[in-house]
């Protein structure tokens, strides 16, 4: 009986690892034919001139809490955007440092009196102000209510029929609204757009532009490039032609306002706020039978900090964890719903059981393979099978992802960068990702047992502004 469940687990840890590795190449394939296609049909800069009147406007939304060392460069990063029409709107949240006082100082804001729909119900708002520099900047202060009641806050104010959701410590390239709006364009059953997250430790920034794209010197930090690259141009990419993908960045996504405001807005109390959106659109769309997509569009980019020390990276990566918990468990209806197609019955499961029970068997796997081979009751054939898989096509797909990367869109120019990615391609399959599934191990069980998750402090490098700033 005992020879019997070891053999059971052993065929059961190896079998997972199998089909983990070919979901991740199916979604490699699809990916690099997906990336292919758009880069011959989507190269815009003509459309930066000739046809950019005929953009829709948008609103961009910018949640700010405790954001006074970054918000000014920031903000004029996204006054200098190539696009014909679109308003700023940033929601200060209750901050507590003198993030009001800087935007008011920089761009001479003058109290608003304004007629505010409250569409959806938020915390107590305690004024509007506008730019006399930019009359499209507007700045809200309310109370503090978090992220999705202040992003709330934003959609009620905003004047255009697609928003926009940005984080006030991140930087958007010149063209990035152009493209993200194209599959609104081309697209009108479009709903949201998601848009490429790229790390900006070790970069240099003037003036809130990016001048120059570099590696930090921190390991941790590359090894992250990778993980991001992975995630975007695979992850993400692979689901879109499937019209499933369940994630779109809180940091940069494009939303259709109306359909938003009809599923209520983001929801309060969560910490994966913009990855329940996202399901939760699937759910409601497809339980009234409405056409719609979902999109990943790989060249806008959204250039963001990472944490470099692992106690910032550990409360991220825990605090991402529970917000998957939260986001599949208010949605758990989309799972085999009869009306749910590719996104109910495949990407949700996916989801489930690799995303979100994952770090559950691939610790314990670990365990029992090693524990069993140094005690005799699992064969070498088993161990050497088990590495293989989960070390051997973690390698293979990182590197694939770095591939594709140089020969798409070649951010990273010389061979020395190029060289030192790979490397950490390479690395970080020998414990890094292993730490990173313990986290997210520890997110899940924190959920489970139902403990709450501050955002406590992330320390910011912020080398590419030579300023220090935390996160709430």
């Known amino acids: 009986m005992i020879l019997m469940v070891i053999d059971f687990f052993q065929w059961f840890f190896l079998a997972y690892m199998l089909c983990l590795g070919l979901l991740y190449l199916t979604l490699n394939f699809i990916s690099i034919f997906s990336i292919v296609k758009h880069m011959g049909a989507h190269r815009l800069d003509y459309l930066l001139d000739s046809f950019s009147e005929f953009l829709p406007p948008i609103s961009l939304l910018v949640p700010a809490y405790n954001e006074a060392a970054t918000i000014e460069a920031n903000i004029r990063s996204l006054m200098q955007l190539i696009y014909s029409e679109y308003e ?9 440092d003198n993030t009001l006082a800087v935007l008011t100082s920089a761009f001479d804001l003058k109290p608003l009196p304004q007629a505010y729909p409250v569409r959806i119900p938020v915390e107590n708002l305690r004024g509007f102000y506008q730019s006399e520099q930019f009359p499209n900047l507007h700045v809200i202060d309310k109370e503090n209510g978090g992220k999705a009641d202040a992003l709330n806050a934003g959609i009620n104010a905003s004047r255009y029929p697609l928003f926009c959701s940005i984080d006030a410590d991140s930087i958007l390239q010149r063209d990035s609204l ?14 949201a757009a998601g848009g490429t997250i790229r790390i900006i430790n070790g970069s240099t920034v003037k003036d809130g532009m990016l001048l120059k794209a570099d590696l930090p010197k921190s390991m941790l930090a590359k090894m992250q490039i990778v993980e991001y690259l992975r995630a975007f141009l695979f992850g993400r990419l692979g689901w879109t032609p499937m019209n499933a993908m369940l994630v779109i960045s809180g940091a940069f996504g494009l939303f259709n306002k109306q359909v938003v405001l009809d599923a209520g807005g983001y929801k309060k109390n969560t910490l994966g706020e913009d990855m329940e959106l996202v399901v939760r659109l699937h759910l409601a769309l497809r339980e009234k039978r409405v056409p ?8 806008p980019i959204c250039w963001t900090e990472v944490p470099e020390d ?11 964890q529970k917000g998957l918990f939260e986001s599949l468990v208010i949605n758990i209806s989309l799972l085999f719903h009869p009306k749910g197609g590719i996104v109910g019955w495949i990407a949700f499961p996916v989801m489930l059981i690799f995303e979100l029970m994952g770090p559950v068997i691939e610790i314990l796997g670990y365990l029992f393979v090693i524990v069993g081979f140094l005690l005799g009751f699992v064969s070498i054939t088993v161990f050497l099978m088990f590495f293989l898989l989960s070390i051997g096509l973690g390698m293979l797909i990182s ?3 770095l591939l594709l990367e140089e020969l798409s869109f070649h951010l990273y120019t010389t061979p020395k960068q190029v060289r030192r990615l790979f490397y950490a391609s390479i690395f970080e399959n020998f414990g890094y990702r ?7 191990l520890e997110g899940l069980f924190g959920s489970l047992l139902g403990k709450k998750h501050s955002w406590g402090n992330i320390i910011r490098n912020a080398d ?6 935390s996160d709430k």
């Open 292 to 299: 719609y997509r979902i999109t990943f569009v790989p060249d």
């Open 88 to 96: 700023v709107i940033i929601i200060n949240d209750g901050s507590t």
């Open 434 to 440: 292993q730490l990173v599934s313990f986290w997210r």
């Open 310 to 320: 692992l106690k910032s990276l550990r409360s991220q990566r825990v605090r991402w």
């Open 464 to 469: 590419w502004h030579n300023k220090k700033q």
């Open 178 to 191: 152009t493209r993200i709006v194209q599959p609104f364009i081309n697209d009108p059953l479009t709903v």
């Open 399 to 401: 590197v694939t992802s």
